[in-house]
């Protein structure tokens, strides 16, 4: 057998024994993917209610800070309760009452795995899972000859999916 030969046959066996391992990982980026679409809606969201004890007198930023909302802000001060969209904040007593819209926690804990950033754990595997992906875009064109039909319409359909993906990235 050419080298060649043996080359190509390492990759197509290194291309299906990783595709086997990812097979799960590619299943959940996957389903949380699809989750992650319709982050803006509350589809598949549970309202989740919070009583906290807060230092008295805060600002809206130090709120938000507290509980982890973004960019909060003070809608109305009646007295002293300080009203935001998700609840109230008594400026007095530094209780804070709100509700929050979430992910239930398997599908919560699925999608952070696209929100790894670099402090996280987990974005040794979003790298891994990335470098593997890549690996598949390569190594795929050494499952069949160069030569063959099928070599040729995999080289255009993969041309054509190149192309829609950079219209509907940039239209």
Do not use: C
């Not at 197509?12 to 990812?22: E, K, Q």
């Not at 929100?115 to 795929?140: H, T, W």
Request: charged content about 20%; glycine content about 6%; overall charge positive.
């Amino acid at each position: 057998m050419s080298k060649q030969r043996d080359f190509s046959n390492k990759i197509r066996t290194y291309h299906r024994y990783l595709g086997f391992f990812l097979a799960g990982i590619m299943a959940v980026y996957a389903l949380s993917g699809i989750v992650l679409i319709f982050r803006d809606t509350d589809f598949l969201k549970r309202e989740y209610h919070f009583e906290k004890q807060l230092q008295a007198n805060l600002n809206a930023a130090q709120v938000g800070s507290e509980i982890k909302i973004k960019l909060l802000k003070f809608t109305a001060t009646d007295g002293e309760v300080a009203t935001f969209k998700q609840g109230t904040y008594n400026l007095e007593t530094g209780a804070v009452e709100y509700t929050l819209k979430k992910l239930p926690y398997v599908l919560d804990k699925m999608a952070h795995l696209h929100k790894a950033k670099s402090a996280d754990p987990l974005y040794f595997l979003n790298i891994f899972f990335g470098l593997s992906l890549l690996f598949f875009v390569i190594s795929s064109f050494w499952m069949f000859l160069p030569k063959t039909t099928i070599f040729k319409k995999g080289l255009l359909f993969s041309a054509a999916g190149l192309v829609i993906t950079l219209i509907l990235l940039f239209v």
